[in-house]
């Protein structure tokens, strides 16, 4: 079992960056390949940004492809999803996700086994 904790999410302006983390303790981290998934208001849940357990994969939606980095410190146990660019539309809650000893990068939230709590963003225009 892992436990996540992500941070690092507030308000701010069209253009600018965020950076969310989050912290895994529990099972060795590098055995869970990590996903970042947002919901906004009135709206399912969706697939953000992905990567393998050991970091050499990494997986974007088509709406943040080529604004938003995901990477992750294995030695850390910590995931990364640095955000820059943003635009009003990427207001919402953001979680991370673990999917246990997956040998690729899941898109589907219920392929997932544990998820953080979430973390506010919202851009405003």
């Known amino acids: 079992q892992v436990q996540l904790v992500e941070s690092g999410g507030g308000l701010v302006q069209a253009g600018g960056s965020l950076r969310l983390s989050c912290a895994a303790s529990?099972?060795?981290?590098?055995?869970?390949?990590m996903g970042w998934f947002r919901q906004a208001p009135g709206k399912e849940r969706e697939f953000v940004a992905g990567?393998?357990?050991?970091?050499?994969?990494?997986y974007y939606a088509d709406s943040v492809k080529g604004r938003f980095t995901i990477s992750r410190d294995n030695a850390k146990n910590t995931v990364y999803l640095q955000m820059n660019s943003l635009k009003a539309e990427d207001t919402a809650v953001y979680y991370c996700?673990?999917?246990?000893?997956?040998?690729?990068?899941?898109?589907?939230?219920?392929?997932?086994?544990?998820w953080g709590q979430g973390t506010q963003v919202t851009v405003t225009s």
């Open positions: 990567i393998s357990r050991s970091g050499g994969t990494t």
């Open positions: 529990g099972r060795t981290f590098s055995s869970y390949a």
């Open positions: 996700a673990a999917d246990f000893m997956s040998w690729s990068i899941r898109k589907k939230d219920y392929e997932y086994d544990y």
